[in-house]
Every structure is written in structure tokens, then in C-alpha cells.
């Protein structure tokens, strides 16, 4: 699954790397972002074909739900099925966006305590979650938009920490993935594999992470793990 992630580049390098744009969009670097935050997602203007970069809410709404209660349980959406779930199925062939990050995080239990990881691609470089999102009106009459993070099987890197990943498009995949009028699941499904172990990277990080609160460099700085022997005389 993926509860936790990063994404420390500036605005402007995300526009670039993209090929996108909002003169509107107010972003700063993030270190630990968690559900319920606004974050930056890219979706494909229907109309002009241009990419758009704006600030989604994570965990989805579908749009028929009566109220928000469940959507921090739906921040992530299985690839395999998400087709046949009411509340994905439309996003997946309607509604398919790009996550941009830079790492995002796992836990390893280790005896009664969980150490986080972080997890990258080639050293750090920036890459997108494959993500659906939805439109809901809230009692007031107002428009939220949420978004859901696809999970796919582990790769061999991965799957010593969790039976899901989340699944990381590759960039020749990103004009089919976003393109609206490319309805048929299969397609969409086609693209969502476990990206390859050797280009990925992982490290132990701060217990910093754990706390939504904390947002800086340091809950992303690798640690040394230290290991500690039971005494013979405890």
C-alpha cells in the first residue's frame, strides 16, 4: 500500500519535469505527506489536451457518497479490482490522473517497534503514482475533489516490507494514462505493474516519519539502524 510519501522538488521543477503548469497552484517541498492533505496532482484538460497541475485531496469521494466518512480508507485503490468496485470503476476509465513524488515509505516490524523506510527511484529522481480521482459535492454545494493512489503486487525490493506497492508509471506511459478519451480498463491496466527492484532504492529513516506533524528534511535523512544484543546479564 502506500500511507505516506514525499515530494521535495519546488513547484517550478515538478512544472518541468511534467511538461505542466498552474500560475494559480501555491506549493512548497514536502517530507511527509499523509491522507486527508491537499497535494499536487497532473490530469489532461479535455479540451485542450494540456496537461494541469492542481491541488486534489487525498482519499477518495465517490461522487455518490453521502458524506466523507470513508475516504481515508480509500487513499489507495488495488489495480486488480478496482474495476469492479463501485467506487472506482468510473475514476479508473473516466478519471486517471499522475501522483508526482520522490520517495514514499513502508514499514518493517522490528521485534514490538516498526522501522520506516524510505523508497526511491534512481537515487531520488522524481516519478508519478498512476491515481483516479472523482468530484464530490458536499452538503454546502461545494466541489472536492479527492484522489486514490493505484497498489499493485510487490516487486522483490518492496515485497519484504508489504504484499502491495504502489504502482509507478513509467513516463512513455503518461499520455495514454491521462488521456480521457481512452476509456477501456485494459488499456489502463496494461500499464500498472510493479516497477523494477533494480532501478529502486530503500533506507531506514527517522521515527520522526510516524507523526504526521513532522514535515522536514530530517523525517527523510537516511539512519543508522543500531542493533542490540540481549545481554547475558539482563
Known amino acids: 500500500m ?3 510519501y514525499r515530494l521535495s522538488r519546488r513547484k517550478q521543477i515538478i512544472e518541468e519535469h511534467f511538461a505542466t503548469d498552474s500560475d494559480e497552484l501555491v506549493w512548497a517541498p514536502r517530507y511527509n505527506i499523509a491522507p486527508t492533505q491537499f497535494v499536487p496532482v497532473i490530469r489532461q484538460n479535455p479540451d485542450n489536451d494540456r496537461r494541469e497541475l492542481s491541488l486534489l485531496r487525498w482519499g477518495l469521494v465517490p461522487s455518490w457518497s453521502r458524506d466523507m466518512s470513508k475516504a481515508a480508507s480509500m487513499i489507495n485503490a488495488r489495480a486488480e479490482t478496482a474495476e469492479a468496485k463501485p ?17 514514499f515509505y513502508e514499514w518493517q516490524k522490528r521485534g514490538k517497534a516498526k522501522q520506516p523506510y524510505c523508497f526511491e527511484i534512481m537515487g531520488g529522481e522524481l516519478f508519478a503514482f498512476a491515481g483516479i480521482w472523482e468530484s ?14 493505484l497498489t499493485t503486487t510487490p516487486n522483490s525490493l518492496t515485497a ?9 508509471l513509467h513516463p512513455r506511459h503518461y499520455d495514454v494514462w ?7 480498463v485494459r488499456v489502463a491496466s496494461e500499464m500498472v505493474k510493479p516497477f523494477e527492484a533494480d532501478r529502486m532504492r530503500c533506507f531506514p529513516v527517522s521515527t520522526r516519519i510516524n507523526h504526521a506533524a513532522n514535515d522536514d528534511a530530517e523525517c527523510a535523512a537516511p539512519v543508522e539502524i543500531i542493533h542490540v544484543q540481549n545481554s547475558l546479564f539482563s
Open 2 to 4: 502506500c500511507g505516506r
Open 87 to 103: 467506487a472506482f470503476r468510473d475514476a479508473l476509465r473516466l478519471r486517471r490522473c499522475l501522483i508526482p513524488a520522490d520517495g
Open 136 to 149: 464530490w459535492n458536499d452538503p454546502k454545494g461545494e466541489i472536492l475533489e479527492t484522489f486514490s493512489i
Open 160 to 168: 519484504t516490507f508489504h504484499d502491495r506497492m504502489p504502482a509507478i
Open 178 to 184: 491521462l488521456n480521457p478519451e481512452i476509456t477501456d
